[in-house]
């Protein structure tokens, strides 16, 4: 990838994340990463697609946090994935989730290409869970924890949301 498109994506997603999607404009995001305008409609077609590929690359990174986590990890497997998901908070997800902020914003049109990337992010961990062995009743459980971490995350210190969160996956 070159290095303008890597700094577009960067500055993209800060200033979504920070922001909101449709509160930035890509006047903004060009300023942001140093390019000119046309350098960003050389990689991207429109600014939905420069949101979609934030969104994957966002995504990409989280499911990457959880695999780290149960790999390095000791205990059960969800204790693991959990140790995954607080480093992701911890390291990127201070403002709440960047997903269903996206839903959010584009949610009038249901089969938006950005409210489907949405879905398939949170039904891909769900998988990710049932993949490792969960029931379908604990990968629930479970996404329904790491959604609540997330939330309380904006605003309870890490500390609390950690041992809140891993004291309650040690009993699924």
Not at 87 to 97: E, F, I, P, R, V
Request: charge should be negative; glycine fraction near 6%.
């Amino acid at each position: 990838m070159s290095t303008k498109k890597e700094d577009l994506l960067t500055a993209a997603e800060q200033l979504f994340y920070e922001h909101g999607f449709h509160a930035i404009g890509l006047k903004a995001i060009v300023q942001e990463a140093g390019v000119a305008l046309m350098t960003l409609y050389n990689h991207f077609n429109s600014k939905d697609e420069l949101i979609l590929e934030v969104l994957n690359r966002r995504s990409q990174v989280y499911m990457d946090y959880l695999e780290q986590g149960k790999q390095q990890g000791t205990g059960s497997v969800a204790e693991r994935l959990a140790a995954g998901h607080l480093n992701w908070l911890k390291q990127t997800a201070s403002n709440g989730c960047m997903f269903l902020r996206a839903k959010e914003e584009f949610m009038s049109v249901p089969d938006h290409p950005i409210v489907q990337l949405v879905n398939s992010h949170k039904e891909d961990t769900k998988r990710l869970f049932l993949s490792n062995g969960l029931t379908p009743a604990e990968a629930t459980r479970l996404s329904l924890l790491f959604e609540g971490a997330v939330s309380l995350a904006e605003i309870s210190p890490m500390d609390e949301v950690e041992d809140a969160l891993m004291a309650l996956v040690q009993k699924i």
